[in-house]
């Protein structure tokens, strides 16, 4: 199976806000450095890092909010590059972005018929009445708004944040899209309603072979619910694989941190087994690798030296110096507890 989306080595700096104007040099973020990923057709792959780690700002990127400083993303193997105009329209009705907080994203004055039929109007041929109203009923019960009548009239402050949530993901299937770009989509909704969107999404992907890319904070939903996993951290991709080796086998530390830091759902949502302490700037981030000021493990090349891609096979990848091949990496890696 060939991958709809791919990014190739991205990388994304912004100039740094802020700060005195006496500096003589530019700050920059590092937001995205070096990400490669694919995205398959019926597949999900969960994006999983703490907050400020990149992950909005790569899923961002694949949508093309805006341009990439380097690397590439191809669609259906072709580079893509547009930001704007019509070559970006046709991009953006395919590659489809679901925001974490439905209701920043909708017009508050429009009623829920008013959004999908627009939406409608934009991605179908058809442009009779008769079809938009139908097509807006079909959406809805896509998404199981059910019956559609009920909810057309309302406008957004009438449903809960978990209907809106639906009421978006109906308007971006409006565009029959190949890939959704899904930013923590439970993440502002209730605990007890985030396995039904969830569940939503996984349906719809598989149904209409569409591939998400679902990012998020929780490594403990990305193993129940995504077929691979890219662990992020400081703006790099430091594992990735098939979720099952990544969550059941995690080989880079950080990954064990966050897997052992997820809440215990014996102890309650806010019950934490370990502090995870505090992910680094992105602004001069760590020289190195960029986990070496928190790891237990760190070698002395470390502090100075990137860790390349090390293979671990059945297409799961880290990059640590633990799986270099040589005897310090050897004796370090028999001192660790995984
Ligand atoms: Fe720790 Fe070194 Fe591996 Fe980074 S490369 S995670 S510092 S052992
Ligand atoms: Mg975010």
């Given at each position: ?14 100039a ?8 003589r040099?530019k ?63 046709a ?18 004055v ?12 934009i991605?179908h ?7 938009q ?50 930013d ?47 662990v ?9 694989g ?45 020289a190195?690798?960029?986990?070496h ?19 671990l ?26």
């Amino acid at each position: 199976v060939e991958p709809v989306l791919e990014g190739v080595d991205l990388t994304k700096h912004f100039a740094a806000r802020g700060g005195s104007p006496f500096r003589r040099h530019k700050r920059v973020v590092h937001a995205v450095d070096g990400v490669s990923l694919k995205l398959y057709p019926g597949y999900i792959t969960a994006l999983v890092g703490e907050s400020g780690s990149g992950k909005s700002t790569l899923a961002r990127l694949l949508a093309q909010l805006y341009p990439v400083t380097g690397g590439e993303i191809r669609y259906r193997g072709q580079a893509v590059k547009a930001t704007r105009g019509k070559a970006f329209r046709a991009y953006a009705s395919k590659v489809q972005l679901i925001l974490q907080d439905p209701f920043g994203s909708f017009n508050p004055v429009a009623s829920i018929l008013r959004t999908l039929q627009r939406a409608v109007r934009i991605h179908h041929a058809d442009r009779s009445r008769a079809h938009q109203r139908a097509t807006v009923d079909d959406l809805l019960r896509q998404v199981s708004l059910v019956p559609p009548e009920q909810f057309t009239e309302k406008f957004p402050h009438e449903l809960s944040g978990g209907q809106l949530q639906r009421v978006s993901i109906a308007r971006a299937l409006a565009a029959s899209p190949d890939v959704f770009l899904a930013d923590e989509p439970v993440s502002s909704l209730d605990v007890s309603i985030r396995l039904g969107i969830l569940n939503l999404l996984k349906k719809l992907t598989e149904e209409r072979d569409v591939a998400l890319l679902y990012v998020t904070h929780d490594i403990a939903s990305a193993r129940y619910f995504a077929a691979e996993t890219a662990v992020m951290y400081a703006g790099e991709l430091i594992e990735q694989g098939p979720s099952e080796e990544v969550t059941q086998h995690a080989a880079h530390p950080y990954t064990q941190l966050l897997i052992a830091s997820a809440p215990d759902p014996s102890r309650g949502e806010s019950a934490r087994v370990k502090d995870i302490g505090q992910p680094p700037s992105l602004i001069n981030p760590p020289a190195g690798c960029r986990f070496h000021p928190r790891c237990p493990y760190a070698m002395q090349r470390c502090q100075t030296e990137a860790p390349p891609r090390f293979d671990l096979g059945d297409s799961h990848t880290t990059r640590c110096w633990l799986y270099a091949d040589d005897e310090e990496a050897e004796t370090r890696r028999s001192q660790t507890s995984f």
